[in-house]
């Protein structure tokens, strides 16, 4: 009887190790794993642009834990001795969820980092502007789109050393798995094709034509049937076959600056979240027949989300507000919104991240990487402050200490049109125009734009400098190489 006991203890506990190194019931995992309630072992993470840190947030209270700083704010990164990371973008994990993977576009990295001790293990260096990162379903290989360039690179799962490249065409922008591991789906940021790749000889195996050229982010379906990336140029989202012959399934319109997607399963069924980023929401949308069944406001160009390991909640990384905000999946109301560092982009949920202690090794406050400053661009001729909340352009001053790093989320534009970004003489934007960034706007009359220097005492209400006089920000259609007539001005 004794024996019996010791037996089934015994099993018992290999089956509840078992389930802790599975990836969970929910995306990027198979619907057969187990989901992982939420608890103070969990962690999110965000990938942060401009502050080179990443963020780490206890999900169980939606408390900030602290920042793995992997490199330093402008200007100190101009240097050519600079020896750390620039840049901060992409993010991935491993299945026994003790490693992340975190990719930086500027220094062509990709930095793993021990989810225990937020410690930095190792440093991998890939070719020009690395995208994404993440490992194949059973450990053994890191891929790594190199966006820059036209292959991705495989590293090892263990000593996370390059050991081969699949070509594919130009700019692939993210790979994701399918659940089974048998495939890796590989869209792409410069040409309008995503490959399907055997994960077993690196072989292209299918292929799928894209609406546009310009894919940021791929999910697979839990139930290993779907395939879904957005198209940020044109503010749409494709759905295809998850199996050969890898045939598109749906094209769904969502909206300017369609950032990213992924994938929850609850209790109401299986959904795709996509962000949009020029309408500060994000969209949820049935995936058995397509239809849309929410829209969730959550501030500023939502950018990366993920799910937590039950599918209970998502987490969205908002990208001109320097927060995480965390939704409730059944309800799909946000539920929490946390400070962050600047401009966050890929966001991944790793459950039973540290399995001992408070996680906090290593980890820093937020500090600088907290500062920043926030302007709405309204269209000429709106009343203002009544039509922020609808602003077709966001606009985020991160401070980097001396200087001030400007984003802008620009929407309402006319599409494939040149236009510039500038420092007008006065708030209705007449007067001598000062330009800041040049720009073209895509198929959806949107951009990013950004820029760099000492702006935020320019535009900010009492933070001018002696000797210097307040200025208001403007978009103006570019004419014959020089501003036109503002279309866009400064919300006051």
């Given amino acids: 009887m004794k024996t019996t006991s010791n037996v089934a203890i015994a099993l018992s506990v290999a089956a509840l190790a078992a389930a802790q190194l599975a990836w969970a019931g929910q995306a990027p995992g198979s619907l057969a794993d187990p989901d992982i309630p939420v608890s103070h072992h969990d962690r999110v993470y965000a990938a942060e642009q401009f502050s080179n840190t990443v963020s780490v947030i206890d999900p169980a209270d939606n408390k900030l834990v602290g920042l793995i700083r992997l490199g330093d704010p402008s200007p100190g990164n101009f240097s050519p001795l600079y020896k750390g990371q620039l840049l901060v973008h992409g993010m991935g994990y491993s299945p026994d969820h003790r490693t992340i993977a975190v990719v930086s576009i500027g220094s062509n990295s990709v930095s793993f980092i021990d989810t225990q001790t937020n410690a930095v293990k190792h440093v991998t260096y890939v070719g020009r502007s690395p995208h994404e990162a993440f490992f194949t379903p059973d450990g053994k290989e890191v891929w790594v789109t190199v966006r820059g ?294 198929p959806a009359g949107s951009a990013i734009v950004n820029a760099l220097g000492q702006i935020r005492q320019l535009v900010t209400p009492g933070m001018s400098v002696s000797g210097d006089r307040r200025r208001y920000l403007v978009i103006a259609p570019q004419a014959s190489g020089k501003p036109g007539t503002p279309v866009q001005v400064q919300s006051l």
């Fill in 149 to 442: 360039e036209n292959y991705v690179a495989v590293l090892d799962g263990t000593t996370f050393e390059e050991r081969t490249r699949i070509t594919v065409p130009a700019g692939p922008g993210m790979q994701i798995f399918s659940p089974d591991g048998k495939y890796g789906y590989v869209c792409s940021s410069f040409n309008p094709e995503t490959e399907v790749v055997s994960v077993a000889d690196h072989k292209i195996v299918g292929a799928l034509r894209q609406t546009s050229p310009f894919c940021p982010d791929i999910a697979a379906t839990p139930d290993g049937k779907q395939v879904w990336f957005t198209l940020k140029d044109v503010g749409k989202v494709q759905v295809f076959d998850a199996r050969p012959p890898f045939a598109l399934i749906r094209t769904l319109d969502t909206g300017p600056i369609t950032n990213h997607v992924n994938i929850v399963h609850n209790a109401n069924g299986m959904f795709a979240y996509v962000t949009v980023g020029g309408l500060n929401v994000v969209k949820v949308f049935r995936t058995d027949d397509f239809s849309q069944v929410a829209t969730v406001p959550v501030g500023d160009l939502p950018h990366g989300l993920w799910p937590s390991g039950d599918g209970s909640r998502i987490y969205v990384g908002l990208e001109n507000a320097d927060a995480m905000t965390a939704i409730d999946t059944l309800t799909n109301k946000v539920i929490a919104t946390i400070p962050i560092g600047q401009a966050p982009q890929a966001v991944t949920y790793v459950p039973n991240a540290v399995p001992e202690g408070d996680g906090s090794q290593n980890l820093q406050p937020l500090g600088l990487a907290g500062q920043s400053a926030h302007i709405a661009l309204v269209p000429v001729g709106s009343s203002k402050p009544a039509d922020v909340a609808i602003a077709p352009t966001t606009v985020a001053l991160f401070d980097q200490g001396l200087v001030q790093v400007l984003q802008a989320a620009v929407t309402g534009l006319q599409p494939k049109q040149p236009y510039v970004l500038g420092l007008a003489d006065n708030s209705d934007g007449t007067g001598n125009v000062q330009v800041l960034a040049n720009f073209m706007t895509n």
